[in-house]
């Protein structure tokens, strides 16, 4: 059961929503609709399924619909049609149709949210803004202390939890708004271009900062941007929205290396695919490598041979007649012991190994790099022409 | 044309009698009680005022300042001011008008901020309040100050009745604009933590408004300081009986004494009301 799931919904900002509806099954534009019926299209046959532990980013220039489908996951916008299903205490809610109750009980212990103009209670203290969830939710005296506290440690905020917010900075205020959405312990976290009005070094270091928090907490999180670099860095699926509907889903890399249209395109353009692309976007697949017996050939000549084992690992190199050196590099940063690299002859690495540390390594060591996966087999070879292929973004030809 | 035209007067203030009338009549004794529970409630007031020892009172009043706004020169001139009425000898005239004054904010704090909510929250209701609201403030006292007064009698009470048409618009606008005038953000911010309209209402709408509100509760303690003298014209004791008792007599010495005894009184009370900046560093 995904954490959050649209189903189909459309959303009518308006009074003629029936009118709207009929406009939109006839396969009518954004334009047309609110020139015939009055009545603006918020989103149009929206369909997306986040799993839980998932970062979601829902990308679109400004208007595209994004903030609106969010805010339909806690009914702060209605949904015309359709279902919003909710993982709520273990069954899937439908939150556009559920009664008053229900509603309130997911607000309060399954959904929270984060605000772009952070929505923090200028007359309260930074410790009363965190715990106002927990207040709404009637919890008293030392257990609401004792949640508010941690989670000021957890943004980095307990020596200015007695402050009043308009005396802080918009990063530590947007730090008090995660720590009040952190603090209702909701399972899925909704955050509204959230650090969008946050200069771009502090967005910079809050979006690691979050990426530190996810790897800790694992939330379900729905993030909206109208920043591609952003989304590609936070997300673990991005959805492209425009005028309401959802042009294209999927990973970073499908949405670099596979745009589904021009609009999708357009926007790609001028991304870096530094840190999106990993190895197994670029890398030529083991199975395209000539081989000869259990040896697959680096080189056209035939001249650097890997010797693999009955699993397809790589057990021993040959370079021309000499026994060559393996030596791993580990994590998708690449990480390599220096002493190790010296002496080697190629580097074995994992294969969600970025496109970024794949250069470092190869600039630092001037060594092929072979992929493997998590069981070891060789799955394919990233060296120069490789990368300049994936920096090209020329991986088809 | 014209003859005819004057000829064939429409008796709309006839009709108004009538309707008052027949008030007097069936409901004569729903405001008897009225009267009954407003006039207990100001001589309440002023008998509790005027049980304190006057300096001693004036006193708490500085300290009162003091608190508040931690400020010598207002404390002082508070207490000065106050130390000059009594030496004119105004202290009990001015503890009636206080007294008076207050149980006018008082009803219109109680009616009015409620219904500047309500306007707020129901778009409708305010237009229709707007021309009533304007209509309380722009008919001269002196027409509604009769009809008052075949109703609740001779007293403090058609004078505190008058006073509260006259300055109950105050909190409604300010009440209604402070509410409608709250970000929507922290509105969604309140409904995604899941506040109830209680809840939203209390933590979320009134801390935002309390300041604008405030300031309507200011302007209302001011217009009902207006209304003083209009009160005296119905019984109401106060500062209000020596400045009409002045003019009937032409008395100019006493007019000068009691106007200035009414202005002292508007200041201080200003100066006490005006919010302190809100504390930023405590």
Not at chain 1, 6 to 15: H, L, S
Not at chain 1, 288 to 315: A, Q
Request: glycine residues 8%.
């Amino acid at each position: 059961m995904p954490a959050v799931e649209f189903r189909n919904i459309d959303i009518v900002f308006g009074n003629d929503v029936k009118g709207a509806l009929a406009l939109i099954d006839a396969g009518h534009s954004r334009e047309q609709i609110l020139s015939m019926t009055g009545s603006v299209l918020g989103a149009a046959g929206v369909s997306l399924a986040v799993e839980r532990g998932e970062i979601c980013v829902l990308m679109g220039l400004s208007g595209s619909g994004k903030s609106t489908i969010l805010r339909a996951i806690n009914r702060l916008n209605e949904v015309a049609r359709g279902e919003v299903l909710v993982e709520h205490k273990g069954r899937a809610v439908d939150v556009a149709r559920c009664d008053e109750a229900t509603l309130r009980d997911i607000r309060m212990h399954t959904v929270s949210m984060v605000f772009q103009q952070f929505g923090l209670l200028p007359w309260r203290t930074v410790r009363d803004n965190v715990g106002f969830g927990l207040e709404l939710r009637g919890m008293k005296g030392a257990e609401r202390t004792r949640i508010v506290d941690e989670k000021l440690a957890m943004v980095g905020l307990t020596n200015w939890a007695e402050k009043y917010t308009n005396e802080l900075s918009g990063g530590m205020q947007q730090r008090v708004g995660l720590a009040r959405a952190f603090a209702t312990d909701a399972d899925i976290l909704l955050m509204d271009e959230p650090f969008s009005a946050l200069d771009p070094l502090i967005r910079d270091k809050l979006q690691d900062e979050l990426l530190d928090l996810q790897r800790r907490i694992h939330k379900t999180i729905v993030f909206v941007s109208h920043d591609l670099d952003e989304a590609l860095k936070l997300g673990n699926k991005i959805a492209i929205m425009e005028g309401g509907r959802i042009v294209q889903a999927g990973t970073a890399e499908d949405i670099l290396l596979r745009p589904a249209n021009a609009y999708v395109a357009e926007f790609v353009k001028h991304m870096n695919p530094l840190n999106v692309l990993r190895g197994t976007a670029v890398m030529r697949p083991a199975a395209s490598l000539p081989r000869e017996g259990d040896c697959v050939m680096l080189d056209k000549e035939g001249r650097v041979r890997v010797k693999i084992d009955g699993e397809g690992r790589p057990v021993s190199l040959d370079l021309d007649g000499r026994v060559g050196l393996l030596a791993s590099a580990d994590g998708e940063a690449g990480t390599i012991d220096d002493t190790l690299a010296r002496n080697a002859d190629c580097i074995v690495a994992p294969v969600d190994l970025k496109l970024k540390a794949a250069i470092e390594l190869k600039r630092h060591t001037d060594l092929p790099i072979l992929l493997v996966d998590k069981l070891g087999t060789l799955a394919g070879l990233c060296d120069d022409d490789e990368i300049y292929r994936g920096l090209l973004r020329r991986l088809d030809g | 044309m014209y003859d005819w035209l004057t000829e064939h007067k429409i008796p709309l203030g006839n009709w108004l009698k009538s309707f008052v009338d027949l008030l007097t009549e069936h409901g004569q004794d729903v405001f008897d009680l009225i009267s009954l529970v407003l006039g207990t409630l100001i001589s309440g007031f002023t008998s509790a005022l005027l049980f304190v020892p006057p300096l001693l009172l004036i006193a708490l009043f500085g300290l009162a300042a003091w608190l508040v706004h931690r400020s010598i020169g207002l404390t002082v001139f508070i207490v000065g001011a106050l130390l000059l009425v009594t030496n004119l000898g105004y202290w009990v005239a001015t503890m009636e008008t206080l007294s008076l004054v207050i149980c006018a904010t008082l009803v219109c704090v109680v009616i009015g901020v409620p219904i500047g909510i309500a306007a707020a929250h129901r778009p409708w209701l305010y237009t229709a309040l707007r021309p009533v609201l304007d209509l309380m403030q722009t008919i001269p006292t002196f027409v509604y100050l009769i009809p008052t007064l075949v109703l609740f009698g001779l007293g403090a009470v058609p004078g505190l009745i008058s006073t509260v048409i006259f300055s109950i618009p105050a909190p409604i606008r300010l009440t209604h604009l402070g509410i409608s005038s709250v970000p929507a953000n922290l509105y969604e911010a309140g409904k995604a933590f899941g506040a109830t309209k209680t809840q939203l209402l209390f933590k979320v709408e009134l801390p935002y408004a309390l300041p604008t509100i405030m300031a309507g509760i200011t302007q209302c303690i001011m217009l009902s300081l207006s209304m003083v003298v209009i009160a005296a014209l119905v019984g109401a004791d106060g500062l209000g009986k020596p400045v009409v008792r002045a003019l009937n007599s032409v008395n100019i010495s006493m007019g000068f004494e009691a106007g200035l005894a009414i202005v002292v009184l508007a200041i201080v009370l200003d100066r006490v009301c005006k919010r302190p900046e809100r504390r930023k560093k405590s």
